[in-house]
Nanobody
Framework: VQLQASGGGLVQAGGSLRLSCAASGGTFRTYTVGWFRQAPGKEREFVAALLINNMRTYYDDSVKGRFTISRDNAKNTVNLQMISLKPEDTAVYFC??????????????????WGQGTLVTVSS
């Protein structure tokens, strides 16, 4: 499965962006999809995940209530709607696909397909 993330850009604090992760060579229906982000000088961190089986969603506390992960089966994409963006949301955002066990959903090592990343910059 090849993944491609898009939708990043420069936005002012309080603004919104919608990231999209497109899959080719496979379908998202058989994978859990996670969004992670990596700021300069920091490790990749979990943002949100959409589970394969029951469509349950998980969010890091820092984005709860502001970010929404969803799947578009028709377009074979998983999207991350981001509102009320903050400067600390600035990072390269990556989407990953895998079949992690529940306790590993927030771990990047549990995902084995990755997109190239899309840069989100939030200015203050």
């Amino acid at each position: 499965v090849q993944l491609q993330a898009s939708g990043g850009g420069l936005v002012q604090a309080g603004g919104s962006l919608r990231l999209s992760c497109a899959a080719s060579g496979g379908t998202f229906r058989t994978y859990t999809v996670g969004w992670f982000r990596q700021a300069p000088g920091k490790e990749r961190e979990f943002v949100a995940a959409l589970l394969i089986n029951n469509m349950r969603t998980y969010y890091d506390d820092s984005v709860k209530g502001r970010f929404t992960i969803s799947r578009d089966n028709a377009k074979n994409t998983v999207n991350l709607q981001m509102i009320s963006l903050k400067p600390e949301d600035t990072a390269v955002y990556f989407c990953g696909a895998g079949r992690p066990i529940l306790s590993s959903v927030t771990s990047s090592s549990a995902y084995y397909y990755w997109g190239q990343g899309t840069l989100v910059t939030v200015s203050s």
